[in-house]
């Protein structure tokens, strides 16, 4: 069984920045792409950002311009920097990755903007 861990989330104030990484329990086999998403209180898990094998990247609009998503294709990697973060970027911040019809989620990291 895959497993996804993200670290880097913690308390940060409005205007700052801060990088959120994923990694998978085994470098055994590639995800065709892996992502961010998150979920505020109250609120449906939305998508973040997503990267794929080639590089190709996807960005929720809320993200344009301040997130950056990256991967690291050997280690399985994937990485979120967040910059110029607000208050409503306060949530849990899931990683994500699908291989084969498969989808996996970690178990969240929480990310609280203050202003």
């Known amino acids: 069984q895959v497993q996804l861990a993200e670290s880097g989330g913690g308390l940060v104030q409005s205007g700052g920045s801060l990088r959120l990484s994923c990694a998978a329990s085994t470098t055994r086999f590639s995800f065709q792409s892996m992502g961010w998403y998150r979920q505020a209180p109250g609120k449906r898990r939305e998508l973040v950002a997503t990267?794929?094998?080639?590089?190709?990247?996807n960005y929720a609009d809320s993200a344009k311009g301040r997130f950056t998503i990256s991967m690291d294709n050997p280690k399985n990697t994937v990485y979120l920097q967040m910059n110029s973060l607000k208050t409503e970027d306060t949530a849990v911040y899931y990683c994500h990755g699908i291989r084969s019809g498969s989808n996996y989620w970690g178990q969240g990291t929480q990310v609280t903007v203050s202003s």
């Open positions: 990267i794929n094998t080639v590089g190709g990247t």
